[in-house]
């Protein structure tokens, strides 16, 4: 993966953490947090999605991602369902309403990572290095202060 990427990775991660991820398209996240996005964008990306899978993805504990999901249940944005074979687990998946949320959400994505691969054509690989290592070192910050929370 190139460099550019990479710092967009780690910017769009500090970005998430401290809330200032920003949607452009507010009519189609009204009523939605950051959390609430960031889960149907997990369920609408991984087959037979369920807690401890999304739990895992999102890097939360299992009790904040069955809060998240009776959320969207409510919403009428995932449905829940469970395989023939297996009565116990409870699997995860978007409505039609959810797939247009996880639909605007990836091209926010996109839109956002264009606009700073323009910015980050300025620099040279070199200098892109640095900014790679500089982010990345307010990630491990962030996760260390993260886990001493904890």
């Known amino acids: ?4 990427i990479n710092i967009i990775h780690s910017f769009t991660r500090i970005q998430e953490r401290a809330d200032i991820f920003k949607h452009h ?5 009204a009523g939605l947090n950051l959390a609430e996005v960031h889960c149907i964008d ?3 990306s991984m087959e037979y999605a369920n807690v401890t899978k999304v739990a895992s993805a ?47 959400h990836k091209v926010c994505h996109e839109q956002a990572k264009l606009r700073k691969l323009k910015l980050l054509s300025n620099y040279s690989e070199a200098e892109q290095i640095v900014i790679l290592r500089f982010l990345e070192d307010i990630n491990q910050q962030q996760e260390q202060s993260l886990r001493e929370e904890a």
């Open 42 to 44: 997990k369920i609408g």
């Open 25 to 29: 398209r507010e009519e189609i996240f």
């Open 58 to 104: 999102m890097s939360m504990t299992r009790g904040a991602i069955s809060k998240i999901s009776k959320k969207l249940l409510n919403k009428q944005l995932i449905e829940s369902y469970q395989k023939p074979e297996n009565n116990k687990e409870v699997y995860f998946c978007l409505t039609t309403s959810g797939k247009l949320i996880y639909a605007e």
């Open 1 to 4: 993966m190139s460099n550019a």
